[in-house]
């Protein structure tokens, strides 16, 4: 059974560094048939695709957080890594990290989520 | 970006009722079309991948259909576990993209 879990600060404040990191169970990151994502939810906005990353380290980014997203893929520990530069209240969500498969883009599973707040 | 509408936004109904919920994207995305169930405080679930091919372990009263732009999710006789919020999230082209969700209450 594919398990993920979410890990990090529950609380950042403005203008820092989001750091999540997802821990895979049940399956590996090194697979060539699965993209790992980060998926977060605002009542605002509702549910957001974050972007991708390939076992490669290839990754893909919505555009709308381009250039504030790096993600990364740590191999040796079964992890997948999330980073958002200069974080602002509009930031505050539910962040989840996701497997999606590669031929459809669809999301299962889902890690349980992890809410974060920025304040100050 | 593509948008996908889903309608109605809620909708309440009662235990054994058949439920249609309704997605539409913004341009043509073939069948990349997958629907999500979300109760409230879990991460959502997939119930349907590339419009009507039910994930493996979910009931067979949850079917949906369509292709292009008109999709459609039917639960055919509501049960308890039912009551949550639905998605569609389109796949057919970055960044993918969600509806709204419709609640069902």
């Known amino acids: 059974q594919v398990q993920l879990q979410e890990s990090g600060p529950g609380l950042v404040k403005p203008s820092e560094t989001l750091s999540l990191t997802c821990t895979v169970s049940g399956d590996s990151v090194s697979g060539r048939s699965f993209y790992w994502s980060w998926i977060r939810q605002s009542p605002g906005k509702g549910l957001e695709w974050i972007g991708h990353i390939y076992y490669s380290g290839d990754a893909d980014y919505n555009p709308s957080l381009k250039s504030r997203v790096m993600m990364s893929v740590d191999t040796s520990r079964n992890q997948f890594s999330l980073t958002l530069s200069f974080v602002t209240a509009a930031d505050t969500a539910d962040y989840y990290c996701?497997?999606?498969?590669?031929?459809?883009?669809?999301?299962?599973?889902w890690g349980q989520g992890t809410l974060v707040i920025v304040s100050s | 970006d593509i948008q996908m509408t889903q309608s109605p936004s809620s909708l309440s109904a009662s235990l054994g009722d058949r439920v249609t919920i309704t997605c539409r994207a913004s341009?043509?995305?073939?069948?990349?079309l997958n629907w999500y169930q979300q109760e409230p405080g879990k991460a959502p679930k997939l119930l349907i991948y590339?419009?009507?091919t039910l994930q493996n372990g979910v009931p067979s009263r949850f079917s949906g259909s369509g292709s292009g732009t008109d999709f459609t999710l039917t639960i055919s006789s509501l049960h308890p576990e039912d009551f949550a919020t639905y998605y569609c999230q389109q796949s057919y082209r970055t960044p993918q993209t969600f509806g709204q969700g419709t609640k069902v209450e």
């Open positions: 590339a419009a009507s």
């Open positions: 996701a497997r999606a498969v590669q031929m459809g883009n669809w999301f299962d599973p």
């Open positions: 341009q043509t995305i073939s069948n990349y």
